[in-house]
């Protein structure tokens, strides 16, 4: 019953205050860090206070979802960015490209040639990041780290892709610091800029570590269902 009053504007005003300190803390660069709302699971009149607000960078993790909620949204408040930060199946890339300006999960060579193929068809080019399984854990998407390179390699030079940034997930049970210096480390000999690290729990030491975005959800829009 509680979320039901949950206020998003002033979650999102909390969060971008803390987002202002941890980068005066660490001593970031001012504006060096996007805030990513996630609005997975909440209905369009959850998100509107949040564009209200001048939110414009979100992230949902299905495609179906994203091409259900977001034309609407779009059109009423221009300037809107979507990331696609949930596992992309081969089957839905064209329904990505159409509705996404950032895929976060690029993890697999076929997805990578059926990438390329629709960018080509398309021409459409969203931002692309390669997502990277830093706790190299069985269940979970990302190419593993020590694959890292080869598959950045693959995807620029076999594929032609323009790769921006890297993105990971670090398991729930285990401190997240040492994934994001790990993704940190494989941007940097890859000559990647982008990072986008840190949820509602973590982003202060994600920030600290070089985060260029932040991906918070449940601190913004409250608890999913
Ligand atoms: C849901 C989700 C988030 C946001 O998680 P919160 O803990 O609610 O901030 C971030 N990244 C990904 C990939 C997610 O699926």
Redesign the pocket.
């Known amino acids: 019953m509680e979320e039901t009053h949950h206020d998003v504007t002033e979650a999102l005003a909390r969060v971008r205050g803390e987002i202002g300190r941890s980068i005066k803390d660490h001593g970031r660069r001012p504006g060096s860090v996007t805030l990513v709302a ?1 609005s ?1 699971t909440m209905p369009a009149e959850r998100i509107r206070p949040a564009l209200v607000a001048g939110q414009r960078v979100f ?1 949902e ?1 299905r495609v179906q979802e994203g091409q259900q909620k977001w034309p609407k949204l779009r059109a009423e408040f221009p300037g809107v960015e979507l990331h696609l ?2 596992p992309l199946q081969t089957n839905k890339v064209k329904e990505a490209i159409a509705h996404f300006d950032v895929i976060e999960t690029l993890d697999r060579e076929k997805l990578a040639a059926e990438l390329a193929r629709e960018i080509h068809r398309s021409g459409k080019s969203p931002e692309l990041y390669v997502q990277v399984n830093t706790g190299a854990e069985g269940q979970k998407a990302g190419i593993l780290p020590q694959d890292a390179d080869g598959f950045i390699r693959l995807c620029r030079e076999t594929y032609g892709l323009g790769i921006s940034g890297l993105m990971c ?1 670090p398991p729930v049970d285990q401190p997240p610091s040492p994934h994001f210096a790990l993704l940190a480390g494989i941007a940097r000999r890859n000559g990647l800029t982008t990072l986008s690290m840190g ?3 973590d982003y202060d030491a994600a920030i600290q570590l070089g985060a260029t975005h932040v ?5 913004i829009f409250g608890a ?1 269902h």
Do not use: L, T
Not at 215 to 219: D, L, T, V, W, Y
């Open positions: 996630v997975k992230g993790n930060i949930g997930i949820m509602s729990a991906r918070i959800g449940s601190a999913r």
